[in-house]
């Protein structure tokens, strides 16, 4: 018969395929209706389906530790296993848990992202022309995901609307695009807190210095994408990803008090 670590490790493979099941068939279902609602459509069903996959894959996750709970830790104990074995094999299954959360993170920008580019190109395809209100002269339109006031030549001003299609784009996927973007970034941000978080309280200054830097490097490759979408929110990027780091320092960092001895540093 198995032993406990081999059981264990045996329960946590099952889990991940599983989680991997659940997740490609969701992703397949919603990149269906994707396509269905590519040319116009609520994407509201959209929502309500990967709330439902979202729901089942985090039944999936929370089954790794209630079962450690209920069950492995009482086995590791009947055998016998030395207390670094069983710490060892406790953060084998967190580890997982915490990697098929990303996995989990990742679908719905990764969806909405395609379906904003699937607009695009239908937006793309039609007409492309806009008329001077004043003096009738035809320009080509520009690509714009607001509605934006067009100067010409004979000096009026002309507001045009590049139409509901194309202000979906961004509605849809100013976000979502520059999520899968940043993913990389994203993933060595929230591998970050993992480390940290695996430290008794209080955390060394390095494990918060890495989970800042790491959210930094985030709000970068994020904003730099998303304000090809919100152009003001490309004019003055250190002022931005400030901002979105101040929960960071108030929130978190400042409970840290290796931290707060050193004198509070800040990377921005």
Known sequence: MPGAIDRWRGFLGQIEGRHREVRAEGEASGRQFVMSIAAGGDPLPLSHQLMAL?????DLESKIEDTWH?????AFSDEGIPDEVRDREFYVGRDLKHSLDDLREE??????AELARQRY???????????CQACGRRREAPITFRIVELACSCGARTLF?????????AGIGSHAIAQEASVQQWRAMRAAEYRKNRYRPPAPLEAVIDVERSQIAYWHAYLQVRSQFEPEMGRDLTMEIRSRMEDFYVRHAEYEPAWVQAGRPRSI
């Open 161 to 169: 609307d590049p139409g509901e299609l194309m202000l979906s784009v």
């Open 70 to 74: 209920a069950k492995v830790s009482d």
């Open 54 to 58: 979202k729901s089942r894959l985090q």
């Open 121 to 131: 190109q239908h937006a793309l395809a039609q007409a492309r022309e806009v008329h």
């Open 107 to 112: 679908i719905e920008p990764r969806l909405f």
